[in-house]
């Protein structure tokens, strides 16, 4: 495959030496998780012993401090190698809202043991069952007391929650009033998970279609010190905000890999599949459903560069971003499809691999963000039209 030339470096080193890592979990390692729907434990302390999680940590707090563009050159590698980064991607970018908000006691304390893996910081806990996509209608409250602050609500779809040290949390510290703009009166705090456990804090797993860790969690008067706010009382919802464009780039890097692998496995079979008397990909009912996929993906992949770009310059590249994560899922969810479709019967079955990684890429329709979010993004931010909502 060629690949798109840029601005963004193309860190081939770095993307030989995570492909030699991915080699030792093939197929049938991510199949047996899969079939258990437990967590990947050895990958994910393997890539947090090399140091491949906390890229994006500076040097002085013990990462590596390389740019957003280097994260995705990794999370894209990891997807197009047939591995999966939702176990552990969150530990990558979650940090970046206490790097830049953070106070730096919290970050001397903090950021050395989430760069060394002392310290996981993998949960994130914003949506809520009843609000949605709507982060302003949450309900989960936190009050003070003293110098603590008393949590009570409930989040939902919080992934890695049983496999994480501290949670980011967004919660209500003002409750709403008539004249305050919803997203005002939010904070964010970050939560020591392991104190917290059965002392206010209820873990709930949910199965999904793709193997996840995602939950349900429960505060039940859970009691946080006021010094564990993350920057200033009521700022959350910005903070947070700030942190979006990343992690939607991020995640189209995945989408990228993800489409790259589809791409690769469904143009070998369709070269050494031969029925009629010939190989399948010779008919052109075959040919360009995969071609256009590709295309798909190469503009795609464009466009995850130019976000990168403009962010690396020092942007907000809200366009960009959401641009980048929309067709990046969509191109990676349409090479599954044709994957599956060129596989045939194949396509179902568990050890060819496609059938699992079709129901993982599907994911990236609706979260981190929907698709619907991200056109409303555009007509409202880039197009000028009246909000809908
Ligand atoms: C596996 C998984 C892992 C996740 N991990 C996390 C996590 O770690 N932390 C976390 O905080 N969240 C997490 N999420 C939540 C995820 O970010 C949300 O599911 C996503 O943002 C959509 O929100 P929702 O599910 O509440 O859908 P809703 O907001 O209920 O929306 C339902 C549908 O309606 C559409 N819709 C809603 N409003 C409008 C509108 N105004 N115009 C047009 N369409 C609209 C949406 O696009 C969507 O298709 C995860 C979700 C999943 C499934």
């Not at 434990?41 to 590596?64: K, M, N, R």
């Not at 910081?121 to 949450?138: H, I, M, R």
């Not at 020591?192 to 193997?211: E, F, H, S, V």
């Amino acid at each position: 495959m060629t690949e798109s030339q840029t601005d963004v470096p193309a860190y081939a080193d770095l993307r030989d030496a995570l492909a030699k890592l991915c080699a030792n979990y093939p197929g049938e390692y991510w199949r047996k998780l899969d079939r258990d729907m437990s967590y990947p434990t050895e990958f994910v302390d393997e890539l947090t012993d090399a140091g491949w999680l906390s890229i994006l940590i500076p040097e002085t707090y013990g990462g590596s401090g390389l740019p957003l563009s280097a994260a995705a050159a990794v999370m894209e590698e990891m997807h197009a190698q047939g591995c999966n980064g939702g176990a552990c991607h969150a530990q990558m970018y979650t940090m970046g809202t206490l790097l830049r908000h953070g106070s730096d006691k919290q970050k001397q304390t903090y950021l050395p043991k989430i760069a060394s893996g002392e310290l996981r910081l993998q949960a994130f806990g914003v949506t809520e069952p009843t609000s949605g996509t709507d982060t302003g209608a949450l309900k989960t409250t936190a009050v003070r007391d003293g110098d603590e602050f008393v949590i009570n609500g409930q989040k939902i779809w919080t992934s890695r929650a049983e496999h994480s040290d501290l949670m980011l949390l967004l919660a209500r510290t003002t409750p709403l009033s008539a004249d305050m703009k919803k997203t005002h009166g939010l904070s964010v705090i970050l939560v020591d998970m392991q104190k917290a456990k059965n002392n206010g804090l209820t873990i709930r797993p949910i199965r999904t279609m793709m193997n996840h860790a995602t939950t349900e969690v429960f505060f039940d008067d859970l009691r946080v010190p006021v010094e564990n706010l993350i920057g200033e009382e009521g700022k959350g919802f910005k903070y947070i905000l700030t942190g979006m464009n990343a992690e939607r780039i991020l995640i189209a890097a995945e989408c990228i890999g993800d489409a790259k692998w589809f791409i690769e496995k469904t143009t070998a079979y369709a070269k050494e599949r031969n029925v009629f008397g010939r190989p399948i990909g010779q008919n052109q009912g075959i040919q360009f459903p995969l071609a256009k996929t590709y295309a798909n993906m190469r503009a795609a992949e464009l466009m995850v560069k130019e976000a990168l770009r403009r962010y690396e310059l020092g942007e907000n590249p809200g366009e960009e971003a959401n641009i980048a994560k929309m067709l990046a899922a969509d191109a990676s969810f349409e090479a599954a499809n044709v994957c599956v479709q060129t596989h045939g019967g194949f396509g179902f079955a568990e050890e060819y691999d496609i059938e699992r990684k079709f129901r993982e890429t599907r994911l990236y329709q609706v979260a981190p963000i929907s698709t619907n979010l991200i056109l409303s993004y555009i007509s409202e931010h880039v197009l000028g039209l009246p909000r809908s909502y």
